[in-house]
């Protein structure tokens, strides 16, 4: 994170922060406008709104304030995805790094290469080329979709059997008269299904429904499946100068591995997220796990846009039993009193990260 790049030193007197970035779907009606209200007129807005122009793009400004919010538009991958990016980065920027150490990141799914950037393995304009490029070549193949549905009860808590009965249909799905299924994303208390239109309709048919699941994800390719093959073909072409670097601090990917400052190879980093994070699954669920066994962080930040990652990473740590949650009734009494996972997209809980709420600590 070149703006804040001295702000990671080692301090005992800081409270340890584990950030966990947002994937696509986090960035809808109700969040139109936080962009320029967080950073309209910064210079890395402006840095970002002139590569957008130049690239013959809408400017995230024009998107975010002029032009009025239309999913059809705004939920474009060349155009939702540099809009997540610059608002996450926006929330990332604002935390007190005298109060605060980020002592690791992760993300979920295309929050890996936001992660990419808030651990420093690149630059935020190279980061925002590499969201840009890949949130287009997505768009344009629109290879599959994406069927998202949980495995938690009401309460959050997990029910193993119904999991081993969700994974089961991707074996009795698959395969079968052209269909394609498979494992996109392990979410916390929810998996996401992958596959081509003919596995989603025979997955859709066997669902039981339950409240607004099984839910469609609304211009999803099937992200991290072999259906990706050709995106990722044409990004190991087209991005094969992207200018990766060892981070400055931990990161954990989509399998639960940690790339350190002092261990990680630019070359391997590159490999991964041009190749095997595109095609097979992602576990978010792993991800959070090894960041707070590795870690042990004081509180979890999930920057913005929105705050629908909460809920997965909520029930990913009361799959863990961290800090004694067991339960959804658990989790929401313990963040009324004081917020242990702080989702920026949340105003009154962005504040608690901010210079001017020291009081609020003493």
């Not at 690239?55 to 975010?64: F, I, K, R, V, Y």
Request: hydrophobic share 40%; charged share 25%.
């Amino acid at each position: 994170m070149s703006e804040t790049r001295n702000d990671f030193r080692s301090s005992t007197a800081r409270e340890r922060l584990l950030i966990v970035c947002p994937g696509r779907g986090t960035y809808n009606t109700a969040e139109w406008g936080t962009l320029n209200r967080l950073a309209g007129g910064s210079d890395w807005l402006k840095r970002f709104d002139a590569m957008r122009r130049e690239a013959g793009m809408p400017t995230l400004s024009e998107l975010d304030g002029e032009t009025a919010f239309r999913q059809s538009l705004h939920g474009r991958g060349e155009h939702a995805s540099p809009l997540i990016y610059a608002c996450a980065w926006a929330d990332l920027l604002a935390i007190d790094r005298e109060r605060y150490e980020v002592v690791a990141v992760t993300g979920n799914s295309m929050g890996w290469y936001i992660a990419l950037a808030a651990a420093g393995a690149l630059g935020p304009d190279e980061a925002l080329h590499l969201i840009g490029t890949m949130g287009l070549r997505m768009q344009e193949t629109l290879a599959g979709g994406q069927v998202i549905y949980p495995w938690v009860d009401e309460a959050w808590r997990p029910d193993w059997e119904q999991r081993r009965e969700l994974l089961g249909l991707i074996e009795r799905i698959h395969g079968r008269e052209g269909t394609e299924l498979y494992l996109s994303i392990d979410l916390g208390g929810m998996l996401v299904f992958g596959g081509n239109e003919a596995g989603l309709a025979r997955l859709i048919e066997a669902l039981p429904p339950r409240e607004r699941f099984p839910l469609r994800l609304h211009q999803h390719a099937a992200f991290h499946t072999p259906l990706q093959e050709g995106v990722k073909r044409e990004a190991r072409r087209e991005l094969a100068s992207l200018p990766l670097r060892a981070p400055e601090v931990p990161m954990i990917d989509g399998r639960g591995h940690v790339w350190t400052p002092w261990s990680s190879d630019p070359e391997q980093l590159w490999d991964y997220t041009l190749g095997e994070q595109l095609v097979a699954p992602y576990d978010f669920t792993a991800a959070v796990r090894v960041g707070i066994r590795e870690f042990a962080p004081d509180r979890i930040v999930i920057p913005g846009p929105g705050a629908t990652l909460g809920g997965a990473t909520a029930q990913a740590l009361i799959q863990l039993g961290w800090k004694g949650l067991d339960d959804k009734a658990t989790f929401q009494r313990r963040q009324a009193e004081e917020p242990q996972l702080i989702c920026m997209g949340i105003p009154e809980q962005r504040e608690w990260l901010l210079a001017c709420q020291e009081s609020r600590f003493s």
